[in-house]
């Protein structure tokens, strides 16, 4: 696709509730990586896959969250037994890799009420 | 991060008025990235800068890599209504991620 594509745009979770976000990469990128933001703050890295290799996971809060990559394409973003706190907007971003630019979806944001 | 300090954390700016946002990191960077962002989306990417001494212009826009590769600075000349919204600065700081400041918020008033 021309760009990076982030579904759902908008979710709303009950608290302990299972979510999965979505992160259709530029085609033919290498690397994908997800981010979170907080309200009013910078995005904070989550977690980085080269192809479908997940190579840091470093950034992931909890062991509630998890993330795959079957395939090297399309990636999935798993919360489960949301909180409060998970509150945010996830971004997802590719690239060839090599340093070669970031491109970045419009994100999901999530509120866990 | 606290590997990148952005500043200032908001900044309110009549139109037609210059401003600079900067960007310092205490590592040695790869790469400096510029994006904006309107609120509750997705990053809009600016320039890129890798080189010490660097320097892009695009539009109104000018962003500056110090000779040092610690510090950007982001120069937009005669503000307008559409420059409105965060600016973020994104460092390759070598570590096959990008490490964001806070943002700035920026507010154009007519």
């Known amino acids: 696709g021309a760009g990076v594509s982030q579904s759902p745009r908008y979710k709303v979770a009950k608290r302990g509730q299972d979510v999965a976000l979505r992160c259709d990469p530029i085609s033919g990128h290498v690397s994908l990586f997800w981010y979170q933001q907080a309200l009013g703050q910078g995005p904070e890295f989550l977690t980085y896959?080269?192809?479908?290799?997940?190579?840091?996971k470093s950034g992931l809060p909890s062991d509630r969250f998890f993330a795959e990559r079957p395939e090297g394409s399309v990636s999935t973003l798993k919360i489960q037994r949301t909180q409060q706190e998970d509150s945010a907007v996830y971004l997802c971003a590719s690239s060839y890799g090599g340093r070669k630019g970031y491109t970045f979806g419009s994100g999901t944001r999530l509120t866990v009420v | 991060s606290q590997e990148l300090e952005q500043s200032p954390q908001s900044l309110i700016v009549q139109e037609g008025k210059n401003l600079t946002i900067n960007c310092t990191s205490s590592k040695t960077l790869y790469g400096l990235y510029w994006y904006k962002q309107k609120y509750g989306e997705g990053l809009i990417f600016l320039m890129m800068l890798q080189k010490g001494g660097e320097e892009k212009s695009h539009e109104k826009i000018t962003a500056k890599l110090d000779e040092k590769k610690q510090q950007s600075s982001l120069h937009i000349t005669a503000s307008q209504p559409s420059h409105a919204g965060i600016y973020l600065c994104?460092?390759?700081?070598?570590?096959?991620?990008?490490?964001f400041g806070q943002g700035t918020r920026l507010t154009i008033n007519p």
């Open positions: 896959f080269q192809n479908e290799a997940q190579l840091d």
């Open positions: 994104g460092a390759d700081i070598g570590a096959q991620k990008l490490v």
